[in-house]
């Protein structure tokens, strides 16, 4: 899905950013890496979060390439 061109400008250079080590479950003072992130769209990410347990990036994948 491209934003910028259903929303023009405002839509530009969006993307949404998904933990897919939940921040619930992480230990304090633990930080955030690089790669415990995932790039998605609106749409993907509330996919993801619809019912427990979450998708995981390669669930989602597998999805996306069969349907």
Known sequence: F???EKYGERGANFIEVHHT???AKR???EQT???DLAM???NCHSVV???QPWLTM????EIL???
């Open 40 to 42: 998605l769209c609106s």
């Open 21 to 23: 080590k939940a921040i």
């Open 58 to 61: 390669d669930e989602l994948e």
């Open 27 to 29: 230990k304090k003072n």
């Open 65 to 67: 390439n069969n349907h």
């Open 49 to 51: 979060h619809r019912k």
């Open 2 to 4: 491209d934003f910028s």
């Open 33 to 35: 890496k690089i790669e």
